[in-house]
């Protein structure tokens, strides 16, 4: 009995099972006699254990049995395709014989087989299952003869549109051993009839099941005289999709060759790749997508950083990629399309995982400016650092002057700086795609415009005052010692009065002290500029009378020139 107890407690720690699928004798689907048509699916194996435990009839002279006997058989399936289930499968056993009194354990038949199912309706599944049993072990724990099994499946899902709440499974079978005068049935050539009706749920299934082996070799047998058998029993289903089922089958044909027998079965159904998962390679699954549009990016040039793997481009239509047997748990991952920014992402994959993931990347919508930086009056070259408004990033010319650098769409502000010259802004409006230049003159600090005196008038008049003189002199001097300026007039007024009469009138006072250097100076008359510029640069409010004094004056400039 202990031996039997291990045999039985090793299938139930030995099966798993990835769905709520019911079990066979051998295969994904089934009941404990009776084979279900279908299978959990394409890429799923199977891994489980099917068991028999009696007792031979009661000898009621002696009140003990002649023997006590367990089989079982371990199996493995797997589903290349939907419609295709293959599995192999090795029985093994124990006996207790009473007299003598002995225990034995050793190893059965080993079978093959093929099952081919497909759906007819909705709710109708058909199939055909097909074993060989080799006797390949010892014959007190097997038939001691090869048989070729053949079997057509019926499966109705009666409860699909809730017209009963019952599952019924049918198989019609035939077993050819090639034995001419068999003695026993396990020699005999025989026609198989299983049936089950089942009560399916999530959590248990109670079920019954029918079944005969009717031997066509030993024609002497009534029909009630060969095996019938009815199994009750219930179907389990446990966490991590653990499935196992127990049975009680009662012979109900005129020879009763047992006492009492208990079936048992277990399955662990799961896809292949998650069970090699432990021992198989790190794989990204990625796609690669537009962030702003989210459609996907195709021809995009994918690398794994610091790897020997070779870069792939994304699908042209689905943006898909894969790599496959990634070195290490964490991998850096770098995307590149020409328009759009590059991407750069940690990824973190164990070994055996396959993950998914996505990457979004963005557009460039940018242009250029590119241009040339020179010195207001020589035209040499000047290096500058160029920075854009409102942006950490810093640029620099190369030692021609040189610049081409990318701006975002839409209007920025550019700053050029050197320390020899005065800073230089300038806005640009860039459009995608497009090239903008500049021809960027620094003024250098040194020949900035210099601000000689300022003279002022009363309201209305253009009359310059006697104590001007020493402002001139200065003016005058200044332009014979530096002969790349020129001195400009600049005239303005308060806001009495209208803008056309004070415009005019500014220009009036320009011209009045321009001409006053001329004529008494003896200046060259282009190096003396006048402008007017109206009531448009007041230096003080025009609200008080102080205020609008100072803003009537003429404001006498150095200029550079080029």
């Not at 023997?67 to 058989?73: A, F, Q, V």
Request: proline share 4%; aromatic share 10%.
């Amino acid at each position: 009995m202990r031996v039997l107890r291990i045999i039985f407690l090793s299938f139930f720690l030995f099966s798993f099972n990835i769905a709520n699928a019911t079990l066979s004798t051998i295969g994904q689907k089934g009941m404990l006699h009776t084979i279900i048509a279908g299978n959990e699916g394409k890429g799923m194996i199977g891994i489980g254990g099917y068991g028999l435990y009696w007792q031979s009839p009661l000898d009621f002279t002696t009140m003990t049995t002649e023997y006590k006997k367990g089989i079982g058989n371990y199996f493995v399936t797997y589903v290349p395709y939907n419609f295709i289930e293959a599995f192999i499968s090795q029985a093994a056993g124990a006996y207790q014989q009473e007299r003598p009194k002995e225990r034995n354990v050793g190893v059965g038949d080993t079978y093959l087989g093929l099952k081919f199912s497909r759906k007819l309706r909705s709710f109708i599944h058909w199939g055909i299952y097909s074993s060989l049993r080799m006797p390949t072990g010892e014959q007190d724990y097997g038939s001691g003869t090869g048989a070729l099994e053949n079997d057509i499946l019926l499966t109705m899902d009666l409860t699909r549109y809730e017209v009963t709440p019952f599952m019924i499974h049918f198989n019609l079978g035939y077993i050819m051993t090639g034995e001419g005068e068999p003695e026993t049935y396990e020699e005999s050539n025989g026609i198989l009839i299983r049936s089950a009706v089942v009560i399916p749920s999530h959590i248990f299934s109670p079920f019954i099941e029918y079944s005969t082996y009717q031997a066509t070799g030993m024609e002497d047998l009534a029909f009630s005289e060969s095996p019938i058998l009815l199994t009750p029993g219930l179907a389990f289903y446990l966490p991590y999709g653990l499935s196992c089922q127990a049975g009680v089958d009662i012979p109900i044909s005129k020879v009763k060759p047992y006492k009492r027998r208990a079936v048992a079965s277990v399955s662990w159904v799961i896809p292949l790749k998650e069970l090699l998962k432990p021992f198989g390679a790190r794989t990204l699954f990625g796609q690669v997508l537009d962030k702003e549009t989210g459609l996907p990016v195709g021809s995009a040039k994918v690398r794994i950083i610091n790897s020997d793997l070779p870069p792939k481009d994304t699908n042209n239509e689905t943006g898909i990629f894969k790599f496959k047997n990634l070195s290490d748990d964490f991998s850096t991952i770098m995307i590149e399309k020409e328009g759009y920014k590059k991407l750069v992402k940690l990824v973190e994959i164990k070994k055996g995982e396959e993950k998914s993931y996505q990457f979004r990347i963005e557009q460039i919508k940018e242009g250029k400016v590119s241009g040339r930086i020179i010195d207001k009056f020589s035209s040499k070259p000047v290096v500058a650092s160029i920075s854009i408004i409102g942006s950490d990033e810093n640029f620099q010319t190369n030692p021609d002057g040189r610049f081409t650098i990318s701006i975002e769409e839409g209007i920025s502000e550019l700053t050029f700086t050197n320390d020899e010259y005065e800073s230089y802004r300038t806005t640009v409006n860039i459009k995608k795609g497009e090239e903008e230049f500049l021809l960027v003159k620094m003024r250098p600090i040194e020949k900035r415009d210099k601000l000689i005196g300022i003279i002022y008038f009363e309201s209305n008049k253009a009359v310059i005052n006697d104590e001007t003189e020493e402002i001139f002199l200065k003016a005058i001097q200044y332009l014979r010692e530096n002969p790349g300026v020129k001195i400009e007039v600049g005239g303005h007024t308060d806001n009495t009065g209208g803008e056309h009469m004070n415009l005019e009138l500014s220009r009036v006072r320009a011209e009045s002290v321009r001409e006053h250097i001329l004529s008494q100076y003896g200046v060259n008359p282009e190096k003396i500029i006048a402008k007017g510029y109206g009531e448009w640069i007041p230096i003080d409010s025009n609200d008080t009378k102080k205020g609008r004094h100072k803003n009537r004056r003429a404001e006498i400039k150095i200029i550079w020139v080029d």
